[in-house]
């Protein structure tokens, strides 16, 4: 009985990852829930240009600070009575991008880092470490802060900014892993059948990085959500008229005593982005960590 | 334990270094003539001449780092392009605001994080423990500048019961100067309310299931005794790691509260200093919060060491 999965899992490689993702669905339901919320997010950002019901920057002086659930304007309008939903389903559309080139940005930068310091150690581990170990030596906002400030506060330069900031996790992360995996025999067996050290890296250490480093993609996430909101609200990041979240708080707090909605509903959309990529990254590592699953 | 201080301390050394390579190249990471940006909208070729001669612009970069670590190394940071204060100054003047900010943000924190991070811990898999584990994570996704606009509203705006901002000494009206420090410090503590009870939670669990416990139980022992006095000592003791590094990055929180609340900190004079292209107060500030978190990192290591006699120092 035990052997039928694995045979399956040899002539079709679809199947196990559908039992897998059914079983993971029925003993760990928050990563289900997570997943969902965090799927529903991407579908909004992708959808937004056809579902949002109104131009995001266009202008309507006439129907400026209209209150939520207003004819036509299900969350209301801003000071230039610009729709808050089409700002708000549009907003999606920056922040995820923006996660998802400062995720890739770390992880290429500081995957390649950990796989070299890790993998051939020695002087190029010496060097690379003190590298990260300067790179952690800065609060994470305070760097991102530093650079965008060198650059030019705008959207690009946020990006790059949470990018390096998040280099360093990556490459401790897969430094300690590729150490692990080393000591493996099955490294020392592929190495003594004369494999070369990137056919190793590629076809063995590289697949079994991947569930460590996919948790830790999905908690970077958040953490790069949750900084592009900080560094546009702040006026470093996304500039008007981009219909950005962090920078519509910004906007919006100026009206706070009489049009609340304009900071707290875009304020809700980062939290709840924000939660969704937390708990799915808190979930998916309880669900994948063989100690914690104990 | 002195050859354990020595030996961190060496290995601070480089890390040191390639922080203020990398404060150093803060300017000129930017594209263009760094005396362009530290002039701003004054940009006569005098006044460019000028910076050039002041910063040795002209020299090799190697020089120029070298002259500006001598410089740093006498607490010389330079002159604000704004003000024409020493940034040394124009600092220190707003240190103790943050400081204060940062240290009742951090009382906050810890009087919400220790007892419920506990009660998660005593009943765990409980209600409790489920809320508990809902605001952790809650409390990490929440922006704090959200946070601040929200209580602003509320508290501020709606019920009238605290100030909007700003910031009153405790010296001139220490009733006052807690009526404006109360908000700003709920939303700088919240995140670390949240971290520092994850923490708690599960170094509780651990504390608790080890075997001097059991014994302390059945000694006889209450079982609140048995939690407030033999456990939670020991528990809190990962705690304080956190709380440490916590410490060291107050300035990177207070970057956003102090905006949100006008708090005339540090961290509002670094946003102030970016717009108005005030590089050498930025440069400062930076290097200044590298460092704070560098030397908390490194009181963390050897408070860590003398609080758990476990932890060896060979």
Redesign the interface.
């Known amino acids: 009985m035990s052997t039928a999965p694995a045979l399956v899992a040899a002539e079709v490689p679809v199947g196990p990852a559908r039992v897998g993702l059914l079983e993971l669905g029925r003993t760990h339901p928050r990563v289900v829930l997570a997943g969902g919320l965090v799927l529903l997010l991407f579908l909004v950002a992708l959808l937004a240009p056809f579902i949002s019901p109104h131009d995001p920057i266009a202008v309507n002086a006439d129907n400026a600070y209209l209150p939520p659930l207003s004819p036509g304007h299900a969350l209301g309008t801003d000071e230039l009575g610009r729709d808050l939903l089409s700002r708000m389903l549009w907003g999606a559309r920056v922040s995820l991008p923006v996660a998802f080139v400062a995720v890739a940005v770390g992880l290429v930068a500081g995957g390649l880092i950990g796989l070299v310091s890790g993998y051939f150690g020695g002087v190029a581990d010496l060097l690379l470490m ?2 990260i ?3 952690l ?7 991102a ?3 965008v ?5 705008n959207l690009t330069n946020a990006m790059i900014a949470i990018g390096i900031v998040a280099i360093p996790v990556y490459a401790r992360l897969v430094r300690a892993l590729v150490l692990q995996l080393k000591q493996m025999e099955f490294i020392a067996a592929s190495r003594s059948l004369g494999a070369t050290p990137l056919r190793i890296v590629v076809r063995h250490v590289i697949p079994n990085l991947l569930t460590p480093v996919i948790v830790q993609v999905t908690l970077s996430a ?1 953490f790069a959500i ?1 900084a592009e ?2 560094l546009s ?4 990041g996304a500039q008007v008229p981009t219909p950005d979240w ?1 920078q519509m ?1 910004n906007s919006g ?1 100026t009206f ?2 009489n049009d ?1 909605w304009l ?2 509903v875009p ?1 809700a959309a ?2 709840i982005t ?2 969704s990529f ?2 799915l990254g ?1 979930s998916l590592r309880d669900a994948l960590d063989p100690r914690l699953r104990s | 334990m002195t050859t354990y201080v020595l030996r961190r301390l060496a290995l601070m050394v480089p890390v040191a270094f390639l922080v203020t390579v990398g404060v150093f190249m803060l300017i000129h990471l930017s594209p263009g003539d760094p005396a362009l940006i530290l002039l701003g909208e004054d940009r006569s070729p005098q006044a460019i001449a000028a910076i050039h001669q002041e910063l040795g612009l002209d020299k090799p970069l190697y020089v120029q780092y070298v002259t500006w670590l001598g410089r740093v190394a006498h607490g010389d940071l330079g002159r604000s392009v704004t003000t024409n204060q020493p940034v040394t100054i124009a600092i220190a003047e707003r240190l103790p605001a943050t400081a204060e900010l940062g240290a009742v943000a951090l009382i906050w924190s810890l009087l919400v994080a220790i007892p419920l991070g506990t009660i998660a811990a005593v009943r765990r898999g409980s209600l409790a423990d489920h809320i508990a584990t809902g605001i952790t994570v809650g409390g990490v996704s929440i922006p704090n500048f959200f946070i601040g606009i929200v209580l602003i509203f509320f508290l501020s705006v709606t019920f009238r019961l605290f100030p909007f901002g700003g910031y009153v000494p405790f010296n001139q009206d220490p009733v006052e100067n807690l009526r404006h420090i109360i908000l700003p410090a709920i939303a700088l503590g919240t995140a670390g309310a949240a971290i520092n009870m994850r923490f708690t939670r599960s170094s509780m669990i651990e504390v608790l299931n080890n075997d001097y416990i059991r014994t302390a139980r059945a000694k006889g022992a209450s079982w609140r005794r048995v939690v407030f006095i033999h456990a939670l000592k020991n528990a809190l003791i990962p705690v304080v790691t956190i709380v440490g590094l916590q410490i060291g990055g107050i300035i990177e929180g207070a970057v956003v509260t102090e905006t949100v609340f006008t708090w005339p900190g540090v961290g509002r004079l670094a946003v102030e200093s970016i717009f108005n292209r005030d590089y050498t107060v930025v440069q400062g500030i930076v290097l200044l919060a590298a460092f704070s978190y560098l030397v908390a990192n490194l009181l963390v290591d050897l408070v860590y060491g003398w609080l758990d006699p476990r932890i060896s120092y060979a």
């Open positions: 003190r590298l170990d300067a790179l030596a800065f609060p994470a906002l305070i760097l802060i530093a650079i400030a060198a650059l030019g506060p958040g949750l909101a900080t609200f702040l006026g470093l962090g708080i707090a706070l005593e609340p900071a707290i304020g980062i939290s924000v939660f937390n708990l808190d």
